[in-house]
Structures are given as C-alpha cells and as structure tokens.
C-alpha cells in the first residue's frame, strides 16, 4: 500500500504537525506534499521527503502565504498522485484541493472545515495578525473571499472519505460541506513522553515561571497561540479582576496587545520550551484554562495527562475531552464574567489526579495510531471493492 500525506503548509509547530509525526509513525515511507515549507520554522518536518508547489519559490509565501489566497488551492492541483494507493490530507484549509485519479483513495482528516472562510471568517478579516501587511490582506480577503468560498465548496467534495478530530468539527463538516464523516479519531498526546517529563519538568518549571507565589500549584495556565481567535484576552480581563496568579504559555501576533494590558499578577512564557519545561508547566499549575471555540483541544488533553483539571468553553471540542465535574467544568458563554464565575466554582470543587490522567488515556498516540491504521484499511478495502 502505497501512501501519501498532504498538509496545507509546514511552517510552523502545533498540533497538526503532531498528527502528522504520529502518521509518519504508521507508515514511514509516505512523501509529504505541502504549498509551502520552511525548513527553519519547520524542522519536525525533516522526517518527511516533502514536495513542494509553485508557491515555494514566490515573495513571502514561506511565512505569509495569506498574500496569495487565490492561488494556494491551485497549488494543491498541480500535484500528481498517481501510483499511490491511498493519499491522507491533514487539513483546516486547502490541501483538500488536491485532484485523484481512479484507483486512488483520498481520506480528508479534517482538523475543521477552511477556518478563515467558514467559522472564523469574521475574525481573520478583523484581525489578519500580519503587522504592517494586515491592511492588504484585509482588503485582498475581502476581494476574493466570496470565490474561495466556492472553490471550497467544490473542494470538499473532492474526499472520497472524511474523518472528523472531534464531533465538534464534523457537525462543522455537515453545516458547511453536506458532508457526512466515516469517523472521529482524536489527535494524539504522547502520554510516553508525558509520564517521563512530568518529574525532571516540574524542578524546571518553578524556577523559569518567575511568578511570585507561596509554592507550587497556586496558578493557573494558558497554553496557546496568541492570536485573537484563541480569546487569550478574556482570560487576561478575568485574572485582572481577581488579582489571581496566571501564566501564559505563547506566542502569536497579538502576544505585544496582550502583555499590555496584563497586570503583575499575569507572567508570559515563550512557546519556545523543551517537553519537559513544558510538562513541568502542566504538572505544577491548579488548573488548565480555555475559552476558545476549539477544534479539539490538544494542550488541554496534556493537561489532563498531566493530572491538571481543565476549565473551558463549553461550546468547544475540549467539552469532548473533559468530563465535566469529574475533570474540569465548563463556562457557557466567552465573556469575562462566566470565566469569573467559574474561576470562583473551581475554587470550591475537588478533582482527583488519578481521574484526569486515566481520562487522557483515550487521546494516547497509541490509540490514534491503532484507530487510523484500522480505519484506512477498512475505507481502501471498500473503495478497492466498489
């Protein structure tokens, strides 16, 4: 069986990229293809073969491919697939664009449906987090955003199979797409690496957090990109309020905006941390906390690895990883004042270690990898019998 990946672009390093490292894990031999790829932005991809598109070689497209909107789904057709058996697009964006021929299956395992087109439209036009080239990107989406939407639309349909990361984005699929998913697999934490950085990460932690406390245990955590859909900034408005110890794990466009309006009591961390600073993070703070409109919520799931209790969004696919009451517990509406009155709940519940950590269980990269092996037979045995 011969298999192909695709990913919308490798630039960076988050969650859909330690999708792609567990994929890599099943089958070591598949080519990634991408529109654009920055080796230094990108050194996890080094694993990969990866093939790049036309796109690689125009002004800035390696870290602002937002200039070209119009072109990245043309990038994704120019590539040949032929002679592979089955080709895996890893997607919140274009790379379902790709064209196949018979006889080549192609699985969409769609992180949620064109983000900058469907769900958080609004927001990437208000706030495209470009600096100096916001303007004309905002005025270039404003443009063309009504023809992307039907190039996306056309695109969809493309996938002969989608599998969804939550039930959360396959209900997205269904709204925007018509599209019905042929299964959710949860993305992976590395529940290894986890155990094995929890002790030599927590010494690390509480000497690098710099925040003033009596102790371990005394703040809580935000781990994110800071950006304005991830509503950092609400989170930052409740704990300027309470006056309560808060450490921000991130960076993004708009980190400068938010450190500005954080008080004293609110200490940012660079993104930049080894697994076990980071896990050390985790096991030493009182609790995780999250108030964005989630796909699935991986930081959250290494919090509950950790033993940490979650406090999200309920409108969110970390409602599909915390169990409420059990685990975490959930605020109804993203304003400043249900994240208040959750806060002050948290305060008067107990959650239990050993609950959160046999309940991230189910996201191990173990499980993921078992889940998408058997599922990829199964869509290529029917596709191969149909």
Known sequence: MRIAFVYDRVNKWGGAERVLLALHEIWPEAPLFTAVYDPRGAPWARVFQVHTSFMQHLPFAKSH???????????????????????????????????????????????????????????????????LLSAPARIL?????????????????????????????????KKYYRREVEAIIYPPVDMNKVKSSREAGSRSARQKSKVKSEGQNNYFLVVSRLVSYKRVDLIID?????????????????????????????????????????????????????????????????????????????????????QEGKTGLFFARQTKEDIIHALTNFGKQAFSEADCRTNALRF?????????????????NNYQNT
């Open 238 to 322: 409740a704990f300027n309020e309470l006056g309560w110890p808060l450490v921000v794990i991130g960076d993004g466009w708009q980190k400068r905006e938010l450190m500005h309006k954080a008080k004293n009591n609110i200490k940012f961390v660079s993104s930049n941390l080894t697994d076990h600073e980071l896990v050390g993070y985790y096991g030493n703070c009182r609790a995780f906390i999250h108030a964005a409109d989630e796909d699935f919520g991986l930081a959250a799931a290494e919090a509950q690895g950790c033993g940490r209790p979650v406090i999200s969004f309920r409108n969110s696919g970390v409602a599909e990883i915390v």
């Open 141 to 173: 989406m404003n443009t063309v955003s009504t023809l992307l939407k039907r190039w996306d639309l056309s695109a969809a349909w493309r996938p002969d199979s989608y599998i969804a990361v939550s039930h959360h984005v396959a209900e997205r699929i």
């Open 65 to 131: 491919h937002e200039l070209y909107p119009w072109l990245t789904p043309m990038a994704f057709e120019t590539f040949d697939f032929s002679g592979f058996d089955v080709v895996i697009t890893v997607t919140s964006a274009e790379a379902k664009s790709i064209i196949t021929k018979p006889g080549t299956l192609h699985i969409c395992y769609c992180l949620t449906p064109t983000r900058y087109l469907w769900s958080g439209r609004q927001d990437y036009q208000d706030n495209p987090g470009m600096g």
């Open 364 to 380: 191990s990269k173990t499980e993921f990898k078992r889940s998408f092996l058997r599922i990829v037979e199964l869509l290529l």
